[in-house]
């Protein structure tokens, strides 16, 4: 059974750093894209952005929104998926979901149960 | 790059169908067969219900179907029933190599 386990989400204060974890079991984690989505309270989804494969060099794209203050990375050894955020805004206050890319299109099968993250002073 | 637009609330009858709209531009819905549908419950995570615009995952009824013209795309639900009261959301890859949602839908079942 595929799964996604979402952790790391917390209170922070504006300027602050949190990193997230995915945890992915159930599948080949190493063989499939990953994203990461955002959805702040009462609002639609937000794409984040997606790390590829280690063939295609673990490459990343991000959210305008998010570029230069949010990093994301993986640990194919240990099935984990990492979101690094930085220099956090009020505006960065959203439950994150991880989500797997399926190879060839652009969509999610798999999501997570999210981790609420609070930018607050 | 500027969310794609949904709009705010559908609503239907029992057994009705009811069609949401998702608008993007050339550089996203028009111009990829990447469009994708979920519906996502309070609370709980997204689900996907279409992918590739019209193609239903194993699992999902086959009262939900997806479609595409230009730069809109659309779900619809037909034989709408209770359990069909969700948001939806709809979503795009784009020329920037990135993703982009709409805005989300609420649909409710009267």
């Known amino acids: 059974e595929v799964q996604l386990v979402e952790s790391g989400g917390g209170l922070v204060q504006p300027g602050g750093s949190l990193r997230l974890s995915c945890a992915a079991s159930?599948?080949?984690?190493?063989?499939?894209?990953m994203d990461w989505v955002r959805q702040a309270p009462g609002k639609g989804l937000e794409w984040v952005g997606r790390?590829?494969?280690?063939?295609?060099?673990?490459?990343?794209e991000h959210a305008a929104s998010v570029r230069g203050r949010f990093t994301i990375s993986r640990d194919d050894s240990k099935n984990t998926l990492y979101l690094q955020m930085n220099s956090l805004k009020t505006e960065d206050t959203a439950v994150y979901y991880c989500?797997?890319?399926?190879?060839?299109?652009?969509?999610?099968?798999?999501w997570g149960q999210g981790t609420l993250v609070t930018v607050s002073s | 790059q500027s969310a794609l637009t949904q709009p705010a609330s559908v609503s239907g009858s029992p057994g009705q169908s009811i069609t949401i709209s998702c608008t993007g531009t050339?550089?996203?819905?028009?111009?990829?067969?990447?469009v994708s549908w979920y519906q996502q419950h309070p609370g709980k995570a997204p689900k996907l219900m279409i992918y590739?615009?019209?193609k239903r995952p194993s699992g999902v009824s086959n009262r939900f179907s997806g479609s595409k013209s230009g730069n809109t795309a659309s779900l619809t639900i037909s034989g709408l029933q209770p359990e069909d009261e969700a948001d939806y959301h709809c979503?795009?890859?784009?020329?920037?190599?990135?993703?982009?949602f709409g805005g989300g839908t609420k649909v409710t079942v009267l």
């Open positions: 989500g797997r890319e399926i190879p060839g299109s652009f969509y999610f099968d798999y």
């Open positions: 159930g599948f080949t984690f190493s063989d499939h894209y």
């Open positions: 790390i590829r494969i280690k063939t295609n060099s673990y490459t990343t």
């Open positions: 050339s550089s996203d819905i028009g111009g990829y067969n990447y």
């Open positions: 590739d615009v019209d």
């Open positions: 979503c795009s890859y784009t020329s920037s190599y990135t993703g982009v």
